[in-house]
């Protein structure tokens, strides 16, 4: 059965811990990417990964850290540096898909179930 | 100007009318589109991607897409109960940029 997984559901950590969400998928995507969602808002980029052993922050890093070491497992630490962690995060993951030729590529990205860390 | 603007909503439609929703993106070099469906408390569900002008439709939800116009929207026919959701707008290169969403509610 082919997907992402995210745990735990729910994480509930007191201030100036540090918390690592963990992600996993077995769809054999090259690119997996970190999201957070606050209420009533859309999707913001955390980091993301293109390749194993690489990976570049998105728009909102400072307090975060990834690492890439494995195609399937791409987990993210939320450190005590992060200023309003409480939030909804949500992994993805993606594969190339050719537009054509010389058009590019897409990458539809599809997503885990979400980890909802809650930060007292 | 944000990158991904949706009509802020929230849209309430009747069951069985259509809903529709509308996105502009600001990156004319924009190539693909998409549109995620997300249950309150659930993660985003990809139901929609289109690449070229014009529409796309796919059983009750139909996309549209117009690059000179640099907008893309989605509508929703026949809508259900089961449509109630926030509908998000991304668009890409190789990372998305969302839009912060319209909740759409069908009344029965």
């Known amino acids: 059965d082919g997907g992402i997984t995210q745990s735990p559901k729910y994480l509930f950590r007191k201030e100036g811990q540090n918390v690592t969400l963990s992600c996993e998928q077995n769809?054999?995507?090259?690119?997996m990417y970190w999201y957070r969602q606050d209420p009533g808002q859309g999707l913001r980029l955390i980091y993301y990964s293109q390749i194993v052993n690489d990976f570049q922050k998105g728009d909102i890093a400072e307090g975060y850290s990834v690492s890439r070491e494995k195609k399937e497992s791409f987990p993210l630490t939320v450190t005590s540096a992060q200023k309003n962690p409480t939030a909804f995060y949500l992994c993805?993951?993606?594969?190339?898909?050719?537009?054509?030729?010389?058009?590019?590529?897409?990458?539809?990205?599809?997503f885990g179930p979400g980890t909802r860390l809650t930060v007292t | 100007q944000k990158e991904v603007e949706q009509n802020s909503g929230p849209l309430s439609v009747p069951e069985g009318a259509i809903a529709s929703l509308n996105c502009t993106y600001s990156d004319r070099g924009s190539q693909s589109f998409f549109w995620y469906r997300q249950y309150s408390g659930k993660s985003p569900e990809l139901i929609m991607s289109i690449y070229s002008n014009g529409d796309k439709e796919d059983g009750r939800f139909t996309a549209q897409l117009n690059k000179a116009s640099q907008y893309v929207s989605l509508l929703i026919r026949d809508s259900q109960p089961s449509d109630s959701a926030t509908y998000l707008c991304a668009v890409n290169d190789y990372k998305l940029s969302f839009g912060a969403g319209t909740t759409v509610t069908v009344r029965a």
């Open positions: 769809l054999n995507h090259d690119a």
């Open positions: 993805a993951s993606s594969a190339p898909r050719s537009l054509g030729t010389g058009v590019g590529s897409s990458y539809e990205q599809y």
